[in-house]
């Protein structure tokens, strides 16, 4: 994608799809792979007078932790997740999901106590 069109699609999810304003925090989500379109998001919010924050994910780490979850890492919510869903004002997921051959699905019994544990913050 080229400069040009990371800027009007970085524009398009501020101004169109979260509306962001002058003081809004807003929390992103990502994957390493959105790296450009993340700075583009990032210099658009300061512009518009607003504090982003980026929490990124690395590659394998959802494979990872699908594979080897245990009960204390199901049962664990991260303190600046939650905080940043009870406090900012927005919440933007860039999807840019790494292509792993050797994807792991996580347990079923898992997945759903998972679900349950992070249910209150969706």
Same mark, same amino acid.
């Given at each position: 994608?080229?400069?040009?069109?990371?800027?009007? !699609?970085?524009?398009?999810?501020?101004? #169109?799809?979260?509306?962001?304003? =002058?003081?809004?925090? /807003?929390?992103?989500?990502?994957?390493?792979? =959105? @790296? %450009?379109?993340? @700075?583009?998001? !990032?210099?658009?919010?300061?512009?518009?007078?607003? /504090?982003? @924050?980026?929490?990124?994910? /690395?590659?394998?780490? $959802?494979?990872?932790?699908?594979? #080897? =979850?245990?009960?204390?890492?199901?049962?664990?919510?991260? %303190?600046?997740?939650?905080?940043?869903? $009870?406090?900012?004002?927005? #919440?933007?997921? /860039?999807? =840019? %999901?790494?292509? $792993?051959? @050797?994807?792991? *699905?996580?347990?079923?019994?898992?997945?759903?106590?998972?679900?349950?544990?992070?249910? *209150?913050?969706?």
């Amino acid at each position: 994608m080229t400069g040009l069109a990371l800027r009007r !699609y970085s524009d398009l999810l501020l101004d #169109y799809s979260l509306q962001i304003r =002058a003081d809004d925090h /807003v929390f992103i989500q990502s994957t390493t792979l =959105a @790296e %450009p379109l993340l @700075e583009m998001l !990032y210099a658009g919010i300061m512009m518009r007078g607003g /504090v982003p @924050e980026i929490n990124m994910s /690395v590659k394998s780490q $959802e494979s990872n932790f699908n594979r #080897y =979850a245990h009960p204390s890492s199901i049962a664990w919510l991260n %303190p600046t997740y939650v905080r940043a869903m $009870e406090t900012f004002d927005a #919440y933007l997921c /860039v999807r =840019a %999901p790494f292509l $792993e051959t @050797e994807f792991h *699905p996580m347990d079923p019994v898992l997945l759903a106590q998972r679900r349950n544990i992070l249910a *209150p913050t969706q």
